[in-house]
């Protein structure tokens, strides 16, 4: 497909969605059912404008990111070290990885009660339970890619006489890369989850608690103003890693 | 050697079991936060009994396997639809990108408001999570048919139904059975997150209100049971996966 044509249809499916928004304005208008449960897309966006212009919406969504950040970032360091650990050790990945499979299964969201019960309804907590949580996949991802090197690779690192660290750090490390940044990538999206629930539970000031208040109060616009931002969060940090990953692999196309 | 592989598992869990009962005997900890192995047993059991497991984990479980099935259900036709009619595909491909990202839980205070507590809004919210990775698989299920096979539909002058249900839906299945048991995890997360988030059903809710309440034992116990549930759904899909697909599933996980 030539560029022209693919952007053109690109143009279309952007047209479809600007339809869709349409039809979203007509049923809101239209339909009779009052704006409290749907309000129209003018209103959320009026209600965007407002928030954003009175700087109250800007310093919720910075709160909310900055957790979710914070939290992953700390995430994947530990899961990265931690992975590297468990799976350049023949010996580690068989006593401590069924004990990691054990605990996989459980829904990320369930290790927040159990914070709470130690640290109390505060930003600590959703800041540990957000770094418990998006962990999970880093580190997962690094045990796997860390420990599937290509034989060959350490036949070479074997007949170079690398140490363990330099094995790790010149072949094991560079192998995993696709996992880890695969890790990493799911670990936002869990961040971000737990961000927001976090911030419900704990009345931590940021978009999480911002949209359960607009709901309690049937401030819709302001509800569905909330969503559209978190929507767009989860959508930006998905480019942004997708770009990451792209720059980061290049290497690897070739 | 299983056996062996088996025990090394098994040494690191029980070891720290262990140190973790002596260190709350010894210390003679009392703690509204923390439980002795031994006693998140005890209420593990008494939970059982007494029919809290039973009531809650039917709770937690008819909200994720509903929600997944009309999540999936529609999901399916969806991806049929775009499938076969690659000009839709390009023309939803912006909507899909824009909504997807959307996190299930963000909806969370929209469902209260709409639908209020109870098994709807959760049922919904789950629909919502499983719908987009049964839409991403099934459609690239579908666009990944042996075209031969489409082939073969033209050649017998199958019309569009029959093509779909003779042809299409078959020759994608064992694809969309691992997309449903992907996604079954998926509904599970979500519909224990709105438990502990706001809705007053289930293992999430327990969970809290024990956390709430301290009582940690009971606490611990429920957590332990939601890590078992989750282990269990995905193995009986897993083995029924490869009692019903076999190998044609295995390729279809890997892709």
Redesign the interface.
């Known amino acids: 497909m030539s560029p022209v044509v693919r952007l053109l ?2 143009g ?3 047209a ?2 600007a339809l ?1 928004v349409l039809l979203w304005q007509l049923i809101a208008t239209y339909s009779g059912i009052p704006p409290v ?1 749907l309000p129209g897309p003018d209103r959320a966006w009026n209600a965007l404008v407002a928030g954003i212009g009175t700087g109250e919406l800007t310093r919720l969504t910075w709160a909310t990111v900055e957790r979710m950040l914070y939290g992953w970032v700390l995430a994947s360091m530990l899961g990265i070290a931690l992975g590297a650990l468990i799976g350049s050790s023949r010996r580690a990945r ?6 990691l499979e ?2 996989r ?10 914070v ?3 640290l109390g309804l505060s930003g600590r907590m959703v800041l540990v339970v957000i770094a418990i949580g998006s962990i999970w996949p880093v580190l997962l991802a690094t045990v796997h890619g860390v420990s599937n090197v290509e034989p060959r690779l350490l036949e070479v690192s074997r007949s170079l006489r690398f140490s363990r660290f330099q094995t790790l750090w010149k072949f094991a490390l560079p192998n995993a890369q696709t996992d880890i940044l695969a890790g990493m990538r799911l670990g936002l ?1 869990v961040a ?2 737990l961000a ?2 976090g911030e ?2 704990a009345s931590e000031a940021g ?2 608690y911002h ?2 208040t ?3 109060s ?1 401030r ?1 616009d302001q ?2 103003a ?2 559209i931002l ?2 767009l969060i ?2 930006a940090s ?1 480019l942004v890693l997708q770009a990451i990953e792209w720059r980061v692999l290049r290497w690897r196309r070739r | 050697m299983n056996a062996t ?2 025990a ?6 029980i070891a720290a079991l262990i140190v973790w009962e002596a260190a709350m005997r010894i210390g003679n900890v009392q703690s ?3 439980a002795a192995p031994s006693q998140i047993a005890a209420a593990f059991y008494q939970a059982l009994i007494d029919g809290t497991i039973p009531r809650r984990t039917g709770e937690t479980l008819r909200t994720a396997l509903t929600g997944l099935a009309l999540g999936g259900g529609a999901a399916v036709i969806v991806s049929v639809i775009l499938g076969l009619v690659p000009a839709a595909a ?6 899909i ?3 997807r ?10 469902a ?3 639908l209020g507590f109870g098994y709807g809004m959760g049922i919904a919210l789950v629909a919502f999570a499983c719908f987009w990775p049964v839409l991403i698989y099934g459609h690239s299920a579908i666009v990944n048919i042996e075209p031969q096979l489409l082939d073969v539909s033209r050649v017998l002058r199958l019309g569009a139904f029959g093509r779909v249900t003779k042809i299409v839906l078959p020759a994608a299945l064992p694809r969309y059975f691992v997309a449903f048991r992907l996604s079954a ?1 998926v509904a ?2 979500i519909s ?2 709105v438990e ?3 809705n007053p059903l289930g293992i ?1 809710h327990e ?2 209100t ?3 309440s ?1 009582h ?1 034992d009971l ?2 116990a429920m ?1 332990l049971w ?2 078992l549930v ?2 269990a ?2 193995a009986v899909l897993l083995f029924a996966q490869r009692r019903l697909f076999g190998p044609a599933a295995y390729s279809a996980s890997l892709q």
Do not use: C, H
């Not at chain 2, 390009?90 to 909507?95: D, H, K």
């Not at chain 2, 990202?101 to 929209?110: K, M, R, T």
């Open positions: 249809w690109f279309g499916s952007v479809v969605t869709l449960f068989e006593y401590i990885g069924p004990t054990l605990v299964p459980v829904p990320v969201s369930a290790f927040m009660p159990i709470m019960a130690f999206t971000l989850v927001v629930i419900m539970l978009l999480g949209i359960l607009t709901a309690r049937y819709s509800l569905f909330g969503v978190l929507g989860g959508l998905n | 592989k088996f090394k598992g098994a040494i690191f869990p509204d936060s923390l390009r023309l939803m491909q912006f909507s990108e824009v909504l990202p959307v996190p299930a839980v963000a909806l969370i205070p929209v209260i408001m709409t995890a599970l997360i224990v997150t502990i988030a706001a999430g969970l809290m024990a956390s709430q301290l940690p606490m611990f957590l939601l890590g989750g282990w759904v995905n």
